[in-house]
C-alpha cells in the first residue's frame, strides 16, 4: 500500500521513512498500522513493555487520523480492532486505560468492522481481510463457532485457496464438530511452495484424524512437531499422541509421551496448561470413556453416546470419577 501511494517504504528503515513521512494525515495511518503489527508481534513474543508502548503510539497516532483526515474510512479498521484489544483487558487493569481515556467496546469494534467490510465487493482483498480479522475476534471471543463455519461455507468455494481462510475455516468446521469437512479439505487442499507454510493444517489434520479414532493420525501429529518452529501447541500434540496410543493399546507409548507432555512446550496456550494438568497424575485413563471423548469433540455424537451405553463400558468404570 505505501508503494502504491508513492511512499518507498522499507522495513528495515521503517523509522527513517516514517519520521520523512509522518507529517502527512496519510502517513500518520499507515505509521499507526506498522506500530499496531510491532504491538501484535511484541505480544506473541512475550515482550510486554515494548508491546505496550508500541499499542499506545498506535493509539495515539490512530485517534489523530481520525480527528484530522480529510477521509477517515482508511482508519476505521484500525479503529475497531483497538477498541476490541481494549474490551479484552482483565478488569484489574481497566482502570490504567480508563486514566488515560482509553476505554474498550467489543461489540462496536465488531460493528465498525463490519461496515467497513461492507463497503468492499466481496471478490476483492479488502473484504476478504475484513472477514478474515471479523472471524477471528468472534471465534475468540463469543466463540460461535457454528456461526462462524455457517458463514464461511457459504463463501468456501471462492476462497478455499487463500491458506488463511482456509485455516479460519477449518478452525470454525473442527470447533462445531465437523469433523468430516475438516478432513475432506485437506485431503483436497495441499500446501505448495508458493505459499507460507503453516503448520497448524497438520495439527487440525491429526486432531481430526484423531477424533474418529483413525490409525492415520499419528503422522500428521509427528509432522507437526517436527514442521513447528515454536513451542506453542507442543504439549498439547505429545497429549494427542499419548490418547493415540493409548486407544491402539500401546501403554508403554502412552507412557513415553506422558512424559513429554510435562517436559517440553510451554505454558502460553491454555491448551497446553490443560494437556500438562491432565497428565500430571500417573493414573491412565479409562480407555472407552477417552474413545467416547475423541468422538464427541469430532461430532460423532451418536457413536459416542452408543459407546457410553455399552455394557462393557458401563461395568469398566472403576470409581466415582469416572462414573
Request: with cysteine; hydrophobic share 40%.
Amino acid at each position: 500500500r505505501l508503494i502504491h501511494n508513492g511512499f518507498n517504504f522499507n522495513f528495515t528503515t521503517k523509522n527513517i521513512e516514517i519520521n520523512r513521512i509522518q507529517s502527512h494525515n496519510e502517513a500518520m495511518h499507515y505509521q499507526a498500522e506498522c506500530d499496531f503489527h510491532s504491538f501484535l508481534l511484541a505480544l506473541y513474543h512475550q515482550e510486554n513493555f515494548h508491546a505496550l508502548k508500541k499499542f499506545l503510539q498506535a493509539y495515539r497516532q490512530s485517534k489523530h487520523f481520525l480527528k484530522h483526515a480529510d477521509n477517515p474510512e482508511p482508519g476505521r479498521k484500525l479503529q475497531g480492532m483497538i477498541l476490541v484489544i481494549l474490551s479484552a483487558i482483565p478488569e484489574e487493569y481497566t482502570w490504567i486505560t480508563t486514566l488515560i481515556g482509553m476505554k474498550g467496546d467489543l461489540n462496536r469494534g465488531l460493528t465498525i468492522l463490519e461496515d467497513r467490510m461492507d463497503m468492499f465487493e466481496i471478490n476483492t482483498a479488502e473484504h476478504l481481510e475484513l472477514l478474515l480479522i471479523i472471524t477471528f475476534i468472534k471465534n475468540m471471543f463469543n466463540q460461535d463457532y457454528q456461526n462462524s463455519y455457517t458463514n464461511l461455507k457459504k463463501l468456501a468455494a471462492a476462497y478455499l485457496e487463500n491458506p488463511l481462510f482456509r485455516l479460519l475455516y477449518l478452525i470454525s468446521a473442527s470447533k462445531s464438530g465437523h469433523n468430516e469437512e475438516v478432513i475432506r479439505i485437506l485431503k483436497i487442499y495441499h500446501q505448495d511452495q508458493t505459499e507460507h507454510q503453516i503448520c497448524y493444517f497438520n495439527y487440525l489434520f491429526g486432531e481430526a484424524m484423531l477424533h474418529r479414532l483413525d490409525k492415520n493420525a499419528e503422522s500428521h501429529i509427528q509432522l507437526y512437531i517436527r514442521c513447528s518452529p515454536g513451542e506453542i501447541y507442543l504439549k498439547s500434540a505429545y497429549r494427542k499422541l499419548a490418547w493415540y496410543h493409548l486407544i491402539h493399546g500401546d501403554t508403554l507409548s502412552f507412557q513415553s509421551y506422558r512424559k513429554l507432555v510435562l517436559k517440553s512446550g510451554s505454558m502460553i496456550a491454555d491448551i497446553d496448561k490443560q494437556a500438562h494438568n491432565d497428565f500430571i497424575t500417573t493414573a491412565i485413563p479409562n480407555i472407552d470413556l477417552l474413545k467416547a471423548r475423541l468422538l464427541f469433540d469430532g461430532g460423532y455424537y451418536g457413536q459416542a453416546k452408543s459407546l457410553l451405553l455399552e455394557k462393557k463400558t458401563r461395568e469398566g468404570l472403576k470409581d466415582v470419577y469416572q462414573q
